[in-house]
């Protein structure tokens, strides 16, 4: 029997979907932001209700715009060398964009309870799972090698792994660290995302 | 008289808007999640309010971001035969499209009564609708030939006919069982997707 | 003095940010339907609650969903005649997304308030000022002859100039009856729309 | 040691990112206008209650929709000349969006405490921060040559600077005005926009 005539199902639409889920995600988090009450109209009123209702908020509401800029950079490097999709590969986008749509819960239950175990947690596991979603629609289209348009080289596929595990690993450590002292695992997720800002191998492939 | 010069009206904006629609709809579904109000620092704290306050919500937004995925993709596997549009067309995908945006609706509303037959109903009725609009899209443009630029074969109409009006009647069973043993239709709404992850016939027509 | 060289200044980006606002404007809709509170567990429990909590948010969303979907066609068909953009002609496009984004106010305002003679006024207002800005987009392009790319013919100028001003005069209608019989202006809302969905002359210029 | 291959790293994604970001960005300006609550049915009574509850937001609500729109014209503008990315100008990109994203809250803040210092300040640092972290942009890709695929006259690269940098100055002076005259303040909230709707040197690059 004769093969059928294969689409060609290129990977624009599902970069187009990613886009725009990536540019809501982002910019609810504003949603999440509680407006200040100022009592009295000078500088000590403004500053003590900024502290009270927006410090929080404000702090998470920076780490989970960056770290969503930096996951939106390695789905965006993913497809300089993905040009086609599957069922599959959608299937593993979509579990990829359903922890990224649940960054904004779990920053606004991370500001809420700032240093509690149990937000800090949550919201590890979901950067983490974020993470590891993305790793694994990556590993899927690096076997499947006719979603590729381009060969990915050995070196590319070493760093991306590393920058892809890096960041479950760094938010476990988070997550013991709630247990006793919280602000360490505050101080991981401000410094993670910096880690990622640093040149690495990978800067020699890009213009 | 002669025929005016034809408009090409390709459908790329139509799927734009498309894609910007789920990705929004998809998106806001987190906005429907409530936050947990933990009491305490325990472990069975964090439990005891994860299962009051954001189990069902997140039982419903894992099942509507999955079902939503897997519209998308079959709207996204139909702009594979259809390249153009005209005004009927559009007006067909623009009520597929209302119906989607209710999506978030309805599954705040399962979340808030899960075992009610009224919330098991809409819900089930909001997706069949999804289905049906969709379909109607797809036949009207499977007739128009010259919104066509590839050929269907007629195993994909087959087989497509069988996607579009599987879960209409799947989800009438739900229905049919939410007045009496409503466990059955939501394990209905769970099970339903992975019917749709699993390989297929037109898999051999995909990368 | 020589001329500097012309950026091209292609209309994509700015009918992707429309097709956007668009997305968005039509997905919040459903943000504005209050989740009905069923009392019991009757069919006649569910209908009355139906009938106060949800009836006039669903028809206002249905009915702003399709005038939504009727201008983006509209939105849609001018890009097929005009390709390039410049300063003026982007500054009518954030007018007329101005109050394409108001909608979903003006649609939760009249929801609130169906038959009173505010909220009609405004619905009426808001519905007008979309046409009369995307005609002054339109009208702004059809002059500045280097941003068309395709030559406009006489009959598609008049088709769409009373595409264009009709709304406003037949909503201008509804706000007068809405001092007296606000039925009338419900009843307008609701047939307008389809007064657009009927054949028109600019079919035969679509595939 | 061989130089490896240069990915081209189209910088059509982070336009396509930045479209979605400020469609949504505008688009949920409108979330923030309370609907006004009109107590009885005369003129006086709409009046009434549209000067306490609605006034202010809707003023909030076009300088901020209307600045966007001048904002997403200077990034539209860029990438005219810029087409390739790299991980530095993504990450300049990320901060600039990430200031934007802002301006719903901002504006909210500023809707809330029309005439207060604080607001206005936190409005004024909000729109000044949107134009520098995009300078910084524009002045990072005019440095990397390879970024750009079009050269930058002179002309355009001293007109850009100054766009840039008017606004941060004007907005300080608002600053300044408003710890005693705050209505002066919001008058230049008001005219600033005009001054970017003028005709300017860029327009003859225009078609």
Redo the contacts between chains.
């Keep these: 029997m004769e093969?059928?005539?294969?689409?060609?199902?290129s990977s624009q639409?599902?970069?187009?979907?990613g886009?725009?889920?990536?540019?809501?995600?982002?910019?609810?988090?504003?949603?999440e932001?509680h407006?200040?009450l100022?009592n009295g109209?000078t500088f000590a009123d403004?500053i003590h209700s900024f502290k009270q209702d927006l410090w929080h908020g404000l702090l998470c509401?920076?780490i989970s715009?960056?770290v969503l800029?930096?996951m939106?950079?390695g789905h965006?490097?993913m497809?300089?060398y993905i040009g086609?999709?599957?069922?599959h590969f959608?299937?593993l986008g979509?579990l990829f964009?359903?922890v990224v749509?649940?960054v904004?819960?779990s920053t606004?239950?991370l500001a809420?309870?700032t240093l509690?175990?149990?937000a800090i947690s949550v919201y590890a596991l979901n950067l983490s799972l974020c993470n590891l979603t993305l790793y694994a629609q990556w590993m899927y289209g690096l076997r499947?090698k006719?979603?590729l348009h381009?060969e990915v080289?050995d070196?590319v596929q070493k760093e991306a792994k590393l920058s892809f595990l890096l960041s479950p690993v760094v938010y476990s450590i988070a997550i013991a660290f709630s247990f006793f002292i919280p602000q360490v695992s505050i101080a991981i997720f401000v410094i993670t995302p910096v880690i990622y800002?640093l040149p690495n191998r990978?800067?020699?492939?890009?213009?």
Excluded: S
């Excluded at 093969?3 to 199902?9: D, N, R, S, V, W």
């Excluded at 639409?13 to 979907?17: A, D």
């Excluded at 990978?202 to 213009?207: I, T």
């Design positions: 093969k059928p005539k294969q689409l060609h199902m639409r599902l970069e187009g979907l886009d725009g889920i990536f540019a809501v995600a982002m910019t609810i988090l504003v949603l932001l407006l200040p100022v109209n403004f509401y920076i715009f960056v800029g930096i939106w950079f965006r490097m497809f300089e086609r999709t599957n069922r959608i299937f979509v964009y359903m749509c649940l904004p819960f606004r239950f809420a309870n509690k175990w149990f499947k006719n979603l381009l080289p070196e800002l990978l800067d020699k492939y890009l213009p």
